[in-house]
T-cell receptor, first 112, second 112 residues
Framework: GQQLNQSPQSMFIQEGEDVSMNCTSSSIFNTWLWYKQDPGEGPVLLIALYKAGELTSNGRLTAQFGITRKDSFLNISASIPSDVGIYFCAGLRNTGGFKTIFGAGTRLFVKA | SQTIHQWPATLVQPVGSPLSLECTVEGTSNPNLYWYRQAAGRGLQLLFYSVGIGQISSEVPQNLSASRPQDRQFILSSKKLLLSDSGFYLC???????????FGSGTRLTVV
């Protein structure tokens, strides 16, 4: 079945550093979504991408829809302690109805 | 504005006991509704989704069931819990999948 490979699995960084994470697949997707889950809470949608090559920002977060439509990237600039959490990518493909496939998540730890 | 309510927040249940988790959505009609489970430190596993009253699709065979007795109410149930049912259960709704999901705050279930 369709799978998303999200990496890295976890990251330990210093406050102020930039962060990069990505999701890749062998399948083409029509939509990429990025979520953040704070500890003990449900995930919250950060950024939605609908077009190959699209680059979208949300504050210090920037995400890109890969040109091949098989990958997506999320960058966080100048990390702060509240960036701690799990970041999930999700790919959607229209197969007679959109099905959402989630990546396994990137767990981010930020040291002040 | 739309809101999603999920309860209880925490639940400790003995093996073999029944389960009922409830989720309601306000401020929208005919939402797509979803139940996900997240094992500790793991990704999101889709359990059930519903596109309308009485319409339930199961993604993973298990001893859980779901029902949608009203348009904006989604219930997750079990007749007899197993230890492996422990996890973080998340309800979510969407108007259309490509716009992403809005998740509830989750129920942490511990089966002892």
């Amino acid at each position: 079945g369709q799978q998303l490979n999200q990496s890295p699995q976890s990251m330990f960084i210093q406050e102020g550093e930039d962060v990069s994470m990505n999701c890749t697949s062998s399948s083409i997707f029509n939509t990429w979504l990025w979520y953040k889950q704070d500890p003990g809470e449900g995930p919250v949608l950060l950024i939605a991408l609908y077009k190959a090559g699209e680059l979208t920002s949300n504050g210090r977060l920037t995400a890109q829809f890969g040109i091949t439509r098989k990958d997506s990237f999320l960058n966080i600039s100048a990390s702060i302690p509240s960036d701690v959490g799990i970041y999930f990518c999700a790919g959607l493909r229209n197969t007679g109805g959109f099905k959402t496939i989630f990546g396994a998540g990137t767990r981010l730890f930020v040291k002040a | 504005s739309q809101t999603i309510h999920q309860w209880p927040a925490t639940l400790v249940q003995p093996v073999g006991s029944p389960l009922s988790l409830e989720c309601t959505v306000e401020g929208t009609s005919n939402p797509n509704l979803y139940w996900y489970r997240q094992a500790a430190g793991r990704g999101l596993q889709l359990l059930f989704y519903s596109v309308g009253i009485g319409q339930i699709s199961s993604e993973v065979p298990q001893n859980l069931s779901a029902s949608r007795p009203q348009d904006r109410q989604f219930i997750l149930s079990s007749k007899k819990l197993l230890l492996s049912d422990s996890g973080f259960y998340l309800c979510a709704w969407s108007e259309t999948a490509v716009r992403g999901y809005t998740f509830g705050s989750g129920t942490r279930l511990t089966v002892v």
